[in-house]
């Protein structure tokens, strides 16, 4: 580890190779927290390279807990977290508008760590059992299209890094992990990251990967499509920047998105938005995000289009109906 670390204060790279077996011996507890805190600082402050990812990656998929979700063509919408917002649990709730739209989701998630509720929090808040039965994951995504796994059941590297993740209480390679490492490799992804740099090393890693995908940003710094500002979304098929007006939004303030200061606050918003009483910020934050979603699987429609279908979703009361078969199933 002293080596590696003098290698990255001087601004050297490591190989795929290199990543890989770093991460392998830090899942094993080879490394003490304090060093694991140094080598996750110095990547924060030098940046991380397209190779030092995917080795990384390769490290946790090798370890996973497999699923097999091959026959079902589902999507992930996840958010890299760490931009310091404290938005309420956009990417989730977008999870069961798409669902609610009749396509399947496999939202890989995790608790919070630089904000107040992670995925895992509120789906946790709801009295959801988290597990990683094949079998039990498998008729949730029969049944209400969704099916969750929780990160620390499937990555067990992810679990042994979580005390220093949450000392730190920043963004680190391990936010930019999250999304990647989704165990039955989604055949979609819609992933909002933090800044255009992340942007460009998704989008690299993405076409590495033959996965077929959007990564949006928005331009003040949201991991998701905000609509407080304008926001950049990157697909196989086209780069654009859009205005929220583009696409008939009125633009968000950003308190509107404030995710509350409890876990409980977070599950009364999220409830909110699916039952049709949330704000019009609130709702329309979600609908845009699942429509870009929808146009990753169905890439011939126009974004208009899908955000039709993911309106039609929500406010058709699909969405609430899918979220209540998948608590009754996974309580």
């Known amino acids: ?7 990255l204060f ?13 991460l392998q011996e830090i899942s094993t507890g080879r490394y003490a927290d304090a060093q694991i805190a140094a080598l996750l600082t ?6 991380i390279t397209v190779d030092e990812l995917i080795g990384f990656r390769q490290a946790l998929m090798e370890t996973r807990v497999p699923v097999d979700f091959s026959p ?25 508008v798409v669902a609610g739209a009749g396509y399947k989701v496999a939202k890989h ?16 808040e709801h009295g959801v059992r988290f597990t990683a039965d094949a079998d039990r994951l498998r008729h949730s995504m029969d049944v209400c299209n969704v099916a969750y796994l929780h990160a620390q059941l499937f990555s067990p590297a992810m679990k042994s890094v979580a005390p220093v ?6 963004r680190t390679l391990f936010n930019l992990l999250g999304p990647l490492v989704n165990p039955c490799q989604p055949a979609y992804q819609l992933l909002g990251v933090a800044d255009l740099a ?20 928005s331009l003040d710094s949201y991991d998701e499509i905000s609509l407080t500002d304008e926001f950049k979304v990157m697909t196989r098929h086209y780069e654009r920047i859009y205005r929220p007006q583009d696409l008939g939004f009125k633009a968000t303030r950003p308190q509107e998105l404030f995710g509350g200061a409890s ?30 979603a929808i146009q990753v699987m169905e890439p011939e429609k126009e974004i208009e289009a899908c955000i039709a279908l993911a309106r039609e979703s929500l406010e058709s009361g699909r969405a609430l109906e899918m979220f209540r078969k998948f608590l009754e199933i996974n309580r």
């Not at 580890?1 to 290698?7: P, T, V």
């Not at 993740?165 to 920043?170: E, F």
Request: proline letters at 1%.
């Open 198 to 217: 992340q942007m460009r090393l998704y989008t690299q890693v993405f076409y590495r990967l033959g996965v077929d995908f959007a990564v949006v940003n």
């Open 1 to 7: 580890m002293k080596q590696i670390l003098n290698r």
């Open 72 to 96: 079902y063509h589902p999507i992930d919408i996840v958010g890299t977290g760490g931009d310091g917002k404290n938005t309420f649990n956009i990417s989730t709730c977008a999870c069961f």
């Open 109 to 124: 998630g995790n608790y919070g760590a630089t904000s107040v509720s992670g995925a895992s929090n509120v789906i946790e």
């Open 165 to 170: 993740r949450r000392a730190l209480g920043v």
């Open 42 to 47: 110095a990547f924060q402050m030098r940046g």
């Open 263 to 292: 876990k409980a606050d977070a599950a009364r918003i999220f409830d909110e938005v699916l039952t049709g009483r949330a704000t019009r910020a609130q709702r329309q934050c979600v609908i845009v995000n699942a429509g870009f």
């Open 10 to 22: 001087h601004h050297e790279e490591l190989t795929t190779e290199e990543a890989r077996t770093l």
